[in-house]
């Protein structure tokens, strides 16, 4: 048999060829007589139903809030549900012909002649909008870096300052940031001088959302930056120092690779947040066709208009690019994320 | 202490399993009102508005119970359509005993038998005096024919709602703007070349009303959109066009009519009487409202917000009529009626309170007094329009009787012996489109493709396409549409 070593030099049995537990070539531990399992002590029953006790109270709250809601939406995604033709419960319906339409809500986001077009511009302008996680993860790498440094002074003044968006109320900032875009009295217009309704136009409404979101980011990214970079040990430094490396080598052969892990974490949770984006289409700018996002399109082609069936068709494939979205990104990550 | 662990444990697990059990089970309790054992009448009542309004019916809820004290009315209130209507979906069958409900919601409600026909607790012939006629009978419906209207010898006609209250539209001026403008362009100029304010009574025509956008245009020093935006509903009824055949079966967007009201929106924008399209410089009602626009429309609804946010003097005119044969000025009409729940076992006192909400004198005068509605009630017309009870808060628009001329003639027609159906006022109004069908999205739909947001993606507002050819590329598509509410409606 071979031995095999761990990291830390110890000893440790090969694995068996049937794949379980134990050593190369023993047999398995004998079952009691009769071939019944071992029947277990009470307190691991105590313990068990105690524990379960405690799960449950997660497990009931995933069943009735999660669960059966996805499952629900799934089967109305294959359904022309509407409240006033289907008011009942699901159950009562099943067996209603006129209840399913098979992949046609999935097929009318694509095809329908009046708001598959809508439709796929929301899927853009989603896709468009994710500009701020890349810009805001940069803007608050580089904060984090200037506000990092040990012999600045009022960093904390600083870093405060910049921290109060996080915790300011997401539709309060919506419609601060409208009064600086308005176009008869807005501040950035009066600034330039310039008379531009930057809500009518898709380009502007865009580029506007993407100001505003990359300005409401920095506070997050920054303070997670700070505590990614102050996790960096010294030695690296100290070693580049006597090596003679510039601030700028420093910060990108040593503190952008050690702060990945951040990095990745903020670009998963920014991807996801992004794609789930509805406040600047009903706050910052209403009505403007650039800030119509994939979820702005489930309410208000969805579920406003009562065409449930659509609304759930168009949240299931969301979720599917959501999860696809991070799996990959999880698969990706071995690539360029460091492990301190 | 395991023993506690054990117990916590099992306590809040059992809590939590009964509060979900318990939320699984509300979704089945019925939310329409009993009479118990001592008589009293617990009902109840869903709205939506906005807090002002809220508060009125609050006060109008408590005269009712005041005069009624066998009455518990319990009020659920919503603070707009959105929140409303997702709350009274979700409400599936169990409805409310009494609610409002939007005319453009009403055909679901009524053809899946969610709301009750309650004609055998309604006075027609009284309603018919106390109110306008097409509000007496705005949620009088057919279930057979799909057609609005009443008919007390057909078993099939029903009546399902009292009218909250008619929103009509009316063309609103900036009076200061144009009068100022209006000064500049007259001088020098013979009397019959002048240019004169808006008239109540007389509308303008299609070509007028650009004409004279077009020449205070150049009065005004600055880029400048005379018109802040116009509607479209009001364009196309008013060359006596419509978007279906009353029964909605069948499509009539590629009428003459139709396409002629479409090229009069079109030459808005082209002519620069409206901002174009996905400028950077956009007209809109705050354009209007700051003094950057001459003509806007309006509701009566939108009156306690201009009274707040306009500075200057503004007016009412009634829309612009189109050049086709038997057209006549008339505006689109808004409603919501007091519907009562089909499941509701106390159904006759339902609509006693309803009949107490579209009639009682004090709401009506309450609702117009703070800037709301214009009043259902024949009898106060006069009162609303000339103020002669002193009591509106504001006296703006002073043309108020412009809406009233648009519910008192909406949808009195005459037909002459060839056929043809024409309207008998000059200024009348037309209930919203979405109103006549299943649902009223295939609405949203239309403005979208017209302004390029089809497949076609081609605006008829930025000129990208005729109006006749992009009709005509949507006309299947919007029979389809028809035909499958159709198939919907009488399923």
């Known amino acids: ?340 | 202490m395991r023993k506690h662990l054990k117990f916590i444990s099992v306590a809040v697990s059992a809590a939590l399993a009964a509060t979900a059990v318990a939320g699984i089970a509300a979704c089945g309790t019925k939310n329409g009102g009993f009479v118990d054992e001592q008589g009293i009448v617990h009902l109840t009542f869903a709205g939506r508005s906005n807090d002002s309004e809220e508060a009125n019916y609050e006060v109008f809820i408590n005269d009712f119970m005041q005069d009624n004290p066998n009455y518990d009315i319990q009020i659920d209130w919503s603070a707009n359509e959105s929140a409303y209507m997702q709350k009274i979906n979700g409400m599936g069958s169990n409805l409310p005993d009494l609610f409002m409900l939007s005319d453009d919601q009403f055909i679901a409600f009524a053809e899946n038998g969610l709301i009750a026909d309650y004609k055998e607790f309604v006075d027609m012939d009284e309603l018919d005096e106390q109110v306008y006629t097409y509000a007496a009978e705005a949620y009088c419906y057919n279930t057979e024919t799909d057609l609005y209207g009443w008919d007390k010898d057909d078993p099939n006609c029903g009546f399902y709602g009292y009218p909250k209250d008619q929103g009509p539209l009316g063309l609103m001026y900036n009076k200061t703007l144009f009068e100022d403008l209006m000064e500049k362009y007259n001088q020098g100029k013979p009397a019959q070349m002048q240019i004169s304010l808006p008239s109540a009574t007389e509308p303008y025509t299609f070509d007028e009303f650009i004409d004279v956008c077009t020449k205070l245009k150049g009065e005004y020093d600055g880029e400048f959109y005379p018109c802040a935006g116009y509607d479209l509903d009001s364009a196309i009824y008013s060359n006596n066009a419509d978007y279906f055949t009353p029964d909605a079966s069948q499509q009539r967007i590629t009428d003459n009519n139709f396409v002629q009201a479409i090229e009069f929106m079109q030459r808005l924008y082209s002519e620069g009487i409206i901002a174009p399209r996905g400028g950077t410089t956009g007209t809109d009602e705050t354009a209007f409202i700051n003094g950057r626009a001459l003509f806007y429309y309006a509701g009566p609804w939108k009156m306690k917000d201009y009274w707040k946010q306009i500075s200057f003097e503004w007016d009412l005119a009634p829309v612009c009529v189109g050049p086709a044969e038997g057209a006549v000025s008339t505006a689109y009409v808004g409603s919501m009626g007091y519907c009562i729940s089909a499941n509701s076992q106390i159904k006759e006192h339902a609509a006693y309170l309803a009949k107490y909400l579209a009639t009682y004198e004090g709401s009506q005068r309450s609702q117009y007094r703070r800037g709301q509605a214009i009043p259902n009630l024949r009898s106060m017309a006069a009162e609303f329009s000339g103020n002669t009870k002193g009591v509106l808060s504001n006296e703006t628009p002073k043309n108020r009787s412009v809406w009233i001329d648009v519910i008192d003639g909406c949808g009195q027609t005459k037909t002459a012996q060839d056929g043809v159906t024409t309207y008998v006022d000059a200024v009348t109004g037309k209930y919203r489109p979405g109103r006549f069908t299943y649902s009223s999205t295939w609405r949203t739909y239309f403005a979208q493709w017209l302004d390029g947001q089809g497949t076609n993606g081609k605006s008829v507002w930025k000129g990208q396409i005729s109006a006749r050819e992009s009709l005509n590329a949507l006309a299947p598509t919007m029979q389809n549409w028809l035909d499958e509410m159709k198939e919907i409606q009488n399923s």
Not at chain 1, 23 to 47: D, V
Not at chain 1, 89 to 95: A, I, P, S, W
């Open chain 1, 1 to 340: 048999m071979k031995e095999l070593t761990n990291e830390a030099g110890i000893e440790v049995p090969a694995p068996r060829a049937d794949g379980a537990r134990g050593t190369a070539g023993e047999l398995p531990p004998e079952r009691p007589e009769g071939g019944r399992k071992k029947r277990r002590s009470k307190l691991e029953i105590r313990e068990s139903r105690i524990a379960f006790g405690f799960i449950s109270v997660k497990l009931i709250g995933f069943i009735v809030f999660t669960l059966i809601p996805v499952a629900a939406c799934i089967i109305y995604s294959f359904s022309n549900m509407d409240p006033q033709r289907f008011p009942n419960t699901l159950f009562t319906y099943l067996g209603n012909e006129k209840f399913w339409a098979g992949f046609k809500q999935y097929a009318d986001l694509f095809t329908h002649p009046l708001y598959s077009q809508i439709f796929l511009r929301s899927i853009l302008n989603t896709v468009l909008l994710m500009f701020s996680v890349p810009l805001g993860m940069a803007g608050g790498l580089l904060l984090a870096a200037v506000l990092s440094q040990k012999d600045l002074k009022l960093k904390s003044t600083f870093r405060l300052l910049i921290y109060l968006p996080v915790v300011a109320s997401a539709v309060a900032m919506g419609y601060i940031w409208q009064y600086l875009f308005a176009t008869e009295y807005g501040l950035l217009n009066q600034l330039f001088g310039i008379n531009v309704n930057w809500f009518s136009n898709v380009h502007l409404t865009r580029l506007a959302i993407i100001i505003k979101n990359t300005w409401g980011s920095l506070g997050r990214t920054m303070i997670l930056y700070i505590a990614g970079c102050l996790s960096v040990s010294d030695t690296y430094y100290d070693a580049a120092e006597i090596d003679g490396a510039s601030r700028w080598t420093k910060f990108w052969k040593i503190t952008f690779p050690l702060v990945t892990p951040t990095t990745f974490y903020l670009l998963v949770m920014g991807i996801i947040g992004n794609l789930q984006s509805y406040n600047d289409s009903v706050i910052f700018a209403p009505g403007s066709q650039g800030s119509q996002t994939v979820v702005w399109f489930i309410w208000n082609y969805g579920i406003y208009q009562r065409n449930y069936g659509l609304a759930a068709a168009a949240s299931v494939l969301l979720s599917i690019v959501i999860m696809a979205l991070t799996v990959l990104q999880f698969k990706r990550s071995n690539k360029w994320v460091y492990s301190v």
